[in-house]
């Protein structure tokens, strides 16, 4: 089982909820990105590929410690295992996060920019995922009639439009595109 647990406007965690599928995480995913995505107001009019390369000097934080930090202040009760802590944009700004809160974010991104994203979840098993980040529909100079393109901004070495992914997992029933 998986729990969400989701950061509000002004406290550490709002609520939490028990979800029973990848579906459902995923989907109070993309409700923290539209709800809050004027924690990025600040970065209207910033380009995606600007917006991208500074979104990976973000410090990667695990769930475990991002949930640790909150014990102390009566929060959370951090668990290893089964539960995603999904943040708010804002709170990755501040002080990073893993593989999900980063795609908030850049979901919460495009929003404000007015580019049409897709979450893409990849696991080695079915019913769970080993990563998650964004697909965007660009236009570039090569691709005068748009594609979706991979913007993922947690894997340090990757560059704009890359992906880690290979072709052969692509095919898997456990690689989605949301």
């Known amino acids: 089982m ?23 995480t995923i989907g109070q995913m993309k409700r923290i990105a539209s709800q ?28 475990n410690a991002a949930a640790a930090s909150f014990v102390g202040a009566g929060y ?8 995603e802590f999904v943040q708010r944009p804002a709170f990755t700004l501040q002080r990073g996060g893993d ?17 049409p994203w897709k979450f893409v979840t990849v696991a080695q098993k079915p019913y769970e995922w080993d990563h998650v980040y964004l697909k965007i529909f660009a236009r570039t100079d090569g691709i005068p009639n748009g594609a979706w393109l991979p913007y993922d901004i947690t894997i340090s ?18 690689y989605k595109e949301w």
């Not at 959370?76 to 539960?83: A, L, M, R």
């Not at 593989?99 to 580019?115: E, F, H, K, P, T």
Request: proline share 6%; hydrophobic share 35%.
């Open 2 to 24: 998986l729990l969400a647990r989701q950061r509000p406007q002004n406290s550490s965690v709002l609520t939490n909820t028990e979800l029973r599928s990848v579906g459902q």
């Open 36 to 63: 809050y995505r004027h924690d990025m107001d600040g970065f209207l009019g910033m380009c995606p590929a600007k917006f991208f390369y500074f979104a990976k000097k973000l410090p990667y934080v695990e769930d």
């Open 76 to 83: 959370v009760e951090p668990d290893k295992d089964g539960y």
């Open 99 to 115: 593989c999900d809160d980063r795609s908030v974010m850049a979901a919460a991104y495009m929003y404000i920019q007015g580019v």
């Open 157 to 174: 070495k990757l560059e704009l439009f890359q992906e880690e992914i290979p072709k052969e997992y692509q095919k898997l029933p456990w």
